[in-house]
């Protein structure tokens, strides 16, 4: 069984700041993995980033980079230069290698000019 | 890259009839699909799973007499909504899993039902 909280309803931030979106979660897996995912107001689930749990390395992708913290659990979000286009839902969510996942609240994020 | 086709993008019925959505692997073979509902700013709830060839697997709490659900071949499962009522309105998202694992996870586009 996992559970996945996003403890932030709603952030916002100027653009071309830093922004960062907390998640933690819990699990009975050994083997597992954490995501998280962008839904614009079109709704399409985007993925943002994937994080493998074995992996100590967090990763990143252009301007999008995780801060994970096994031990504690923790999995956030960092965006530098934040972009209008960046204002959506975000997701974090976890699963195992079957691709079953369990998401978060969400988080809406909201990018002043 | 990969792309799951989830038609239609949107439908609205009456209460009482039933209504099929579709989730259809476009470019790879999807062993396994995950149909997810998510109600206006909430979360997504997955309600069922489903392996071609096999009986779906519900999550607790999800009639599965209400939401049938098939997965006859390696590119296509439905969900159909029978005998919808109006707190059956909600977004469906089906995702599927290509052979590779989770690294090949791909999500349909999602489809807004709404019952009269």
């Known amino acids: 069984a996992q559970t996945v909280t996003q403890s932030q309803p709603e952030m916002s931030v100027q653009e071309a700041e830093t922004v960062t979106l907390s998640c933690t979660y819990d699990?009975?897996?050994?083997?597992?993995?954490l995501f998280w995912y962008k839904q614009p107001p079109s709704r399409q689930m985007i993925l943002v980033i994937r994080q493998e749990a074995y992996k100590q390395q967090n990763a990143t992708e252009n301007r999008f980079s995780v801060n994970f913290q096994k031990a504690a659990k923790s999995f956030s979000l960092k965006i530098s230069d934040s972009q209008l286009g960046d204002a959506a839902m975000y997701f974090c969510a976890g699963g195992t290698s079957y691709g079953k996942l369990t998401f978060g609240q969400g988080t809406i994020l909201t990018v002043h000019p | 890259g990969a792309v799951v086709s989830q038609h239609p993008s949107w439908v609205i019925c009456k209460s009482g009839t039933s209504v099929k959505i579709e989730c259809r692997s476009l470019?790879?073979?999807?062993?396994?699909m995950f149909w997810y509902r998510q109600f206006p700013k909430q979360s997504l709830m997955l309600m069922a799973t489903s392996n071609e060839g096999s009986k779906a697997t519900y999550e607790q709490g999800v009639e599965k007499d209400k939401f049938l659900i098939n997965h006859a071949s390696l590119t296509l499962s439905t969900l159909t909504v029978t005998s919808a009522h109006p707190e059956d309105s909600s977004f469906y998202i089906c995702s599927a899993r290509d052979t590779g694992g989770i690294e090949k996870l791909f999500f349909g586009s999602g489809t807004q039902l709404s019952v009269l």
């Open positions: 470019d790879f073979q999807a062993t396994t």
């Open positions: 699990t009975s897996e050994s083997d597992y993995y």
